[in-house]
């Protein structure tokens, strides 16, 4: 089943602006972490948020979780045309014994 | 640097062949997982592996059969390839009791 959806599901921006990105998720988690797929890529993980945190920082990224919501933001600052990519959040469900559950992704163009 | 590499990059199977997708890291992390990835739907855990010479199903097992000998290797079997199974395959592998999950690069199986 698909725990994460996120929103949108294409962003198309300039470089130097602000991309946002929102994942819902259904049911109580551990953990929520972002991911980015470069075109016809793997996965790497960009960030980690735990469930009795609010937001976190890593250089340009800043997530936020919102456990009564079951909501999750990813904002990436001043954008640059090699964040052009895929962007996943993935859930660690209490009650997953450490699988994720990956949603659709929203897939960010960045141009120059 | 945790490394994942898998067997292919690209594989062109005909219907009712036995696929098998390669997947081995190199940092002796006792859990791997195979994923498969479709537009539109995210990732989806297909098997996953706690340690060696044991399995367990994910969300889409039907069709699929995994093989974990050796703690660096996890295959994925194909038994009898269908064109319903064209699709990214993606490997990950993770250190246990760690959160993160480090992928390989995928192999995009089309059976014609």
């Known amino acids: 089943s698909q725990q994460g959806e996120e929103d949108p599901q294409a962003l198309s921006i300039q470089e130097g602006e602000n991309a946002t990105m929102n994942c819902s998720y259904k049911t109580s988690i551990n953990n929520l972490q972002w991911y980015r797929q470069n075109s016809g890529r793997g996965l790497v993980h960009l960030i980690l948020i735990r469930s009795n945190e609010r937001e976190k920082h890593s250089g340009r990224l800043r997530v936020t979780l919102d456990t009564s919501k079951k909501s999750s933001s990813l904002l990436i600052t001043a954008s640059r045309a090699a964040d052009t990519a895929s962007y996943f959040c993935a859930t660690d469900a209490t009650d997953s014994w450490g699988k994720l559950q990956f949603g659709a992704g929203t897939q960010v163009v960045v141009t120059p | 640097d945790v490394k994942v590499t898998q067997s292919s990059r690209y594989l062109v199977k005909r219907t009712g062949e036995k696929v098998f997708l390669e997947c081995v890291q190199d940092m002796d992390h006792e859990n791997m997982f195979w994923y498969r990835q479709d537009p539109g739907l995210g990732l989806r855990l297909i098997y996953f592996?706690?340690?060696?010479?044991?399995?367990e199903k994910g969300d889409i097992p039907e069709g699929y059969s995994v093989s974990r000998e050796k703690k660096e290797r996890f295959s994925l079997i194909l038994e009898s390839a269908s064109t319903n199974q064209t699709s990214m395959y993606l490997c990950?592998?993770?250190?246990?009791?760690?959160?993160?999950?480090?992928f390989g690069p995928g192999t995009r199986l089309t059976v014609t």
């Open positions: 592996s706690y340690d060696v010479k044991m399995k």
């Open positions: 990950a592998s993770r250190l246990q009791g760690a959160d993160e999950q480090y």
